[in-house]
């Protein structure tokens, strides 16, 4: 069974650094491209950017490129997203999703449960 | 990138009646389209792929029809759990968009 596991809800403040985590099990992890999906309190969803962990290339969308890095660990079936400084508009749920490929692009056929990161002085 | 605009926002139905929900890409698509449900509190969960095809497990009342920029996802014979907001998904061109969602509740 096909399972990504997120890490915990986070409380941070202003300008700190946080990773979190999504464990993949039950298939392939480097067969398969893995990303993040924002949703902000009350609001729609939004594609952030994608790794491949079996050579690490990375996608960022535009608006997400340079705030965040989105990184994998074949050797532990994990990938992280991280900030170096969060600011309150980063506070969002966050879903790691798994890419599988559908004859051009890539949709979304397993989600984590969400991580929700909460920014707050 | 591409702008998918959804339709209505809110769609109010009655259990039992038939819900139609419209998706419109900003430029073609193709077929690659994609719908997701989304309850609260919850992750949302695939449905449709290929602007018509059935995700596994996803009952037949859920369908999906049309192509370049104008896409429908229906749902016949609403069920109780069927009441949440779905999106839809374009995934023909990077970076991947969503729309707004459409919120279908209970009349």
């Known amino acids: 069974e096909v399972q990504l596991v997120q890490s915990g809800a986070e409380v941070k403040k202003p300008g700190e650094s946080l990773k979190i985590s999504c464990k993949g099990s039950g298939y392939s992890f480097t067969s398969y491209w893995i990303g993040w999906v924002r949703q902000m309190p009350g609001k729609g969803l939004e594609w952030m950017g994608v790794i491949f962990p079996g050579d690490s290339d990375t996608r960022y969308r535009p608006s997400f490129q340079g705030q965040v890095t989105i990184s994998a660990d074949k050797s532990i079936t994990t990938a992280y997203l991280q900030w170096s400084s969060l600011k309150a508009s980063d506070t969002a749920m966050y879903y790691c999703?798994?890419?599988?490929?559908?004859?051009?692009?890539?949709?979304?056929?397993?989600w984590g449960q969400g991580t929700l990161v909460t920014v707050s002085s | 990138e591409i702008l998918m605009t959804q339709s209505p926002a809110t769609l109010s139905v009655s259990p039992g009646e038939r819900a139609t929900l419209s998706c419109r890409a900003s430029e073609s698509v193709s077929s690659n389209l994609a719908w997701y449900q989304q309850k609260p509190g919850q992750a949302p969960r695939l449905l449709i792929y290929g602007a018509s095809t059935r995700a596994t497990g996803i009952p037949a009342r859920f369908s999906g029809s049309g192509s370049e920029t104008e896409f429908t996802l229906t749902i016949s014979s609403l069920q109780s759990e069927n009441f949440a907001v779905y999106y839809c998904?374009?995934?023909?061109?990077?970076?991947?968009?969503f729309g707004q969602g459409t919120k279908l509740e209970i009349k």
């Open positions: 999703v798994r890419h599988y490929f559908g004859g051009t692009g890539y949709y979304f056929d397993y």
């Open positions: 998904q374009q995934y023909n061109t990077w970076p991947y968009t």
